[in-house]
């Protein structure tokens, strides 16, 4: 079994930074891509941006250019940097795990964290 804690998430104001780190426990596969999905009142949960065993990013088209992926494997952590939020990127932040490969579909993902409340404010 795989565990999932997320940290980092919090207020901030419109154009300002956060920093999510999402650690991994447990048996995990040998090899395995990490991601973060996120999840508005109201809305489906949606992918954010994810990341392979070899580093290789993937990001949502709205996430580009301000938002940065990036693992230790050492350490079994991923990070997401947000820069330039936005009101519109407030939701609960899910970090999640599955065996390697960039998918962004929710339900292709094996593992899930209990998610981190980011709050942009306007």
């Known amino acids: 079994q795989v565990q999932l804690v997320e940290s980092g998430g919090g207020l901030v104001q419109a154009g300002g930074s956060l920093r999510l780190s999402c650690v991994a426990s447990?048996?995990?596969?040998?090899?395995?891509?990490m991601g973060w999905f996120r999840q508005a009142p109201g809305k489906e949960r949606e992918f954010v941006a994810a990341?392979?065993?070899?580093?290789?990013?993937s990001y949502v088209d709205s996430g580009k250019g301000r938002f940065t992926i990036s693992r230790d494997n050492a350490k079994k952590t991923m990070y997401l940097q947000m820069n330039s939020l936005k009101p519109e990127d407030t939701a609960v932040y899910y970090c999640?795990?599955?065996?390697?490969?960039?998918?962004?579909?929710?339900?292709?993902?094996?593992?899930w964290g209990q998610g981190t409340q980011v709050t942009v404010s306007s």
């Open positions: 999640a795990l599955r065996p390697d490969g960039l998918v962004v579909r929710s339900d292709s993902w094996n593992y």
């Open positions: 447990g048996r995990t596969f040998s090899r395995y891509a």
């Open positions: 990341i392979n065993w070899i580093g290789i990013p």
